[in-house]
């Protein structure tokens, strides 16, 4: 039985429960069509009443990751086949996403995209809000800004059959140049976490792309929200070779830059 201590205080219980149950599901430990334990063998693993075990059953039934049958009692939903959906490859990272687009507005430039785009605060920009779907459940929160004169030539509906990177750069020829990336933890908002199904305890892990085009000019700023229990970021690189030691006229080893952490 889990301690009082693994429970979140500001969290309801059977959100927590259910993320525990998700969890077990979505990596196989719990098959398909089979069933899973009883309310009773829930309750006393994690030491809470009936109607918590039974919030947290509910919200996996409303997400579509059980079936419950009264008497029988409740089985993993198996997989069904449907058409596959269209996907979308990120240039980036190189995954394959359905893409859903929820909304494209005219917004005043919030502050954090101020000094990326080399705007005012305030200034009216486009701002574009999508969801990525892999494997029938969210991925990432794509959130985009850019000026209304780029905003204005594209259509939410051609995102959902090419990237925005590739539409800027094949679409539209535009002459892309680098492409700034860096990656933080972050609490999600209201928003990104219910088009994640997450809630606002749980970190999300967000990739931000500022792009410039061949002159250095800022075209638009990319802010992913990945779900931290569905993405990991991997890289692999080499040590660069060994480079010889100066020396001083004593002969002994001049000592080069080093890293210094703080206590």
Same mark, same amino acid.
């Given at each position: ?25 979505e ?5 398909g069509? @089979? ?10 693993e994690?030491?809470?009443s @009936? ?7 509910g ?10 049958? @009264? ?26 996403a359905?893409?859903?687009?929820v ?18 605060r ?19 929160v794509?959130?985009?800004?850019m ?7 594209? @259509? ?5 059959r090419?990237s925005?990177?590739?539409?800027l ?40 792309l500022v ?38 006229r004593?002969?002994?080893?001049r ?9």
């Amino acid at each position: 039985m889990l301690g009082e201590v693994a429970y979140h205080p500001s969290v309801p219980r059977h959100l927590q429960i259910q993320r525990v149950l998700r969890a077990r599901i979505e990596s196989g430990e719990w098959e398909g069509d @089979r069933p899973i334990p009883t309310e009773m063998e829930l309750l006393d693993e994690f030491g809470v009443s @009936r109607t918590t075990i039974r919030g947290a059953l509910g919200v996996l039934a409303r997400e579509g990751l059980i079936v419950r049958h @009264r008497g029988r009692g409740s089985f993993v939903r198996s997989e069904v086949r449907h058409a596959r959906p269209q996907t979308v490859t990120n240039l980036i990272m190189g995954y394959q996403a359905e893409i859903r687009v929820v909304r494209m507005e005219t917004v005043p430039a919030p502050a954090h995209i101020v000094k990326p785009l080399a705007v005012e605060r305030g200034t009216p920009m486009t701002r574009l809000l999508r969801l990525e779907i892999v494997g029938g459940a969210p991925l990432g929160v794509v959130v985009n800004y850019m000026r209304p004169s780029l905003g204005a030539r594209i @259509r939410p509906s051609d995102l959902t059959r090419i990237s925005l990177l590739e539409f800027l750069r094949d679409r539209l020829r535009m002459r892309l140049g680098t492409i700034r990336q860096s990656l933080e933890a972050r609490l999600p908002d209201m928003e990104t976490a219910k088009l994640l199904r997450t809630d606002l305890t749980q970190p999300v892990l967000v990739l931000r792309l500022v792009v410039s085009d061949a002159t250095g000019t800022p075209v638009e700023v990319s802010d992913t929200f990945y779900r931290a229990d569905r993405y990991r970021y991997e890289s692999e690189t080499r040590l660069p070779p060994p480079r010889p030691r100066p020396r001083l006229r004593n002969g002994r080893p001049r000592r080069g830059p080093r890293a210094v952490l703080q206590a």
